[in-house]
């Protein structure tokens, strides 16, 4: 029964029924007991953006029953359930220390989004390594692409997010997406912008993403004025 019901709530959680999935999960936590059903039942609380409950269960988490990559992901989602409790510093100085031993995919993504999120003016140097050391993760390429439309260059964000697009395996979060729009924007390529920024609006969101739909569907409709009537044209942040 735990078997089917971790089926059954991997299959909510992956079509965002994340509810659904914690009513399965949080059964499956009561009779394993194991810290990695914690773990998963603690992501699911986070993506329904019920943070104290996640933190909750990553304190609760034995470290040495897992190995060294799920150990690695438990530290940065305590990390990230701490910044979404409003406490970025202390989210970011913890994500630097598992950077210091830690230099892997998973920690060059979280870090270097967090950066852009506090408005370091470390963020472009740093996701540029994060780019160099994997150019094949989207969550590094978006966060490098976001740097490079903050400082305009347009042309190299598009490199980043036409490379995204072509992956075997598109990812499905909204950001990249988003950003690809707003780029596609910026290069007068307006018809293409909405596209992609249509593509971001029907994605699935979670209390993790700090884009929300309101968001997209205002450029959306911004452009469309724009293309409706050239005259009226108003660049992205008006």
Known sequence: MIRLDRFRAKSFFNTGEYEKALILYEKVVKESKSSRDRMSLARIYMKAGRFDDAEA??????????????????????AQTIWRKG????????????FQTEKITLVYATLGYLYIVAGDKKALDFNQEAYAYNPANAEIGDNLGECLLATKDYAKALEIYEAIAKMKVVPIFPEWRYHYGLTLEKLDRPADALVQLKFALAAKYSALSTLDPATV??????????????AAVVGPGA
């Not at 406490?87 to 100085?93: E, G, P, Q, S």
């Open 217 to 230: 569907q205002k450029v959306i409709g911004r452009i469309e004025a724009a293309v409706a009537s050239p």
């Open 87 to 98: 406490d970025l510093k202390d989210a970011i100085r913890r994500v630097e220390l598992i």
């Open 57 to 78: 269960q990553l304190r609760k988490l034995n470290l040495a029953d897992l190995n060294a990559v799920e150990g690695i992901q438990a530290k940065i989602s305590l």
